[in-house]
């Protein structure tokens, strides 16, 4: 049976959306909403499907819906489709403030509403082509570049860009972050346009994590040290690459790549390069379709509402200590 859907806010990124839920066989795309009567117009004819001319009626049509209006919206329309037990897919950040995602965690549990955040990097093909792989990094490097554009720019670079690896980050350490130092700059707009943050976690891990909306060229990288490993992932090419230590009587892959070996302690050990296979995935299509599937199957999102809170406070924390120092100066 197909879950009755819809999308609240048809701009770039919930026009996509309403172009992936009209693919995805166990969806029914029941309609759309949005304030720009235009736009939905425009929108609901490409995918055929209902316009609504309000967000109540929407709800009462539908089992789960789609957030994609701007952030500061986000808490005022979930916590009307959370008062309708509707499920709830919110794009990231999840809501303006931690107070207000802390609000709507707690709600929809006793609703027993399931809230699945849009950080769309934890889908791309090249993390996922690292899901065989035990990733234990005590050293985390990450950057993401971009060139400048005024859509976003209302908000901190940190919450626009940053926010993507900090979800990665906490996702793979799973341990509390004890510590944060950051620096950042705002240079073309009244926001921070980039910023760096050192994150220190309770078992020892460090993240050293950049972000910049003015930068020449596009980059969107990680790197995971760990013992025995080094690990590699490009998020705009989709692609992983794993350098890792592996005892010499230890079988491998056929497709990896003998380096060398080191003679150190009581055996020797193989220095193996792998690039694993990347999966031809839409990672939005991709989420949205687990996220119909947690809800058909009553099953924990990938992404909940818990992370994303916790995505938040840790951007929010960021952002505070860059105004503390600019302060100081």
Not at 42 to 56: H, L, P, R, W
Not at 97 to 122: F, S
Not at 300 to 316: C, F, N, R, S
């Amino acid at each position: 049976m197909k879950l009755p859907i819809g999308v609240i806010g048809v701009g770039h990124l919930g026009s996509l959306h309403a172009k992936m839920l009209a693919k995805i066989s166990s969806a029914d795309l029941v309609g759309i909403y949005d304030a720009d009567r235009v736009r939905a117009e425009k929108i609901a004819g490409e995918y055929n499907t209902k316009i609504f001319t309000s967000i109540d009626d929407l709800l009462n049509n539908v089992k789960a819906v789609c957030i994609a209006t701007p952030t500061t919206s986000h808490f005022e329309i979930a916590r009307e489709a959370i008062d309708k037990r509707v499920h709830l897919f919110i794009e990231k950040p999840i809501t303006h403030t931690t107070e207000e995602a802390e609000i709507l965690v707690k709600e929809a549990e006793e609703n027993k509403v399931k809230i699945q955040v849009g950080h769309i990097e934890r889908f791309n093909p090249a993390l996922l082509a690292l899901e065989t792989y035990k990733l234990n990094p005590m050293f985390i490097e990450s950057h993401r570049l971009a060139q400048f554009n005024p859509r976003g720019t209302d908000v901190a670079v940190v919450l626009d860009l940053m926010i993507h690896d900090i979800d990665i980050i906490l996702s793979l350490v799973q341990s509390p972050v004890v510590n944060i130092e950051a620096n950042g700059v705002a240079v073309v707009s009244d926001k921070i346009d980039i910023a760096n943050a050192r994150l220190q976690f309770e078992n020892g891990c460090v993240a050293n994590v950049t972000a910049s909306r003015i930068s020449q060229k596009k980059m969107r990288k990680m790197r995971l040290f760990q013992r025995d490993a080094y690990i590699s992932i490009d998020f705009s090419d989709g692609t992983a690459e794993v350098f890792r230590l592996v005892d010499e009587t230890e079988k491998v892959e056929n497709l990896a790549m003998m380096l060398g070996q080191i003679n150190a302690g009581t055996k020797n050990r193989n220095i193996v390069f792998e690039k694993p296979e990347i999966k031809d995935v839409n990672a939005l299509m991709y989420e949205l379709k687990l996220f119909v599937d947690a809800i058909q199957k009553d099953v924990q999102p990938v992404v909940t509402g818990k992370d994303g809170l916790q995505a938040l406070k840790v951007a929010h924390d960021i952002i505070s200590k860059i105004n503390q120092q600019s302060i100081s100066f």
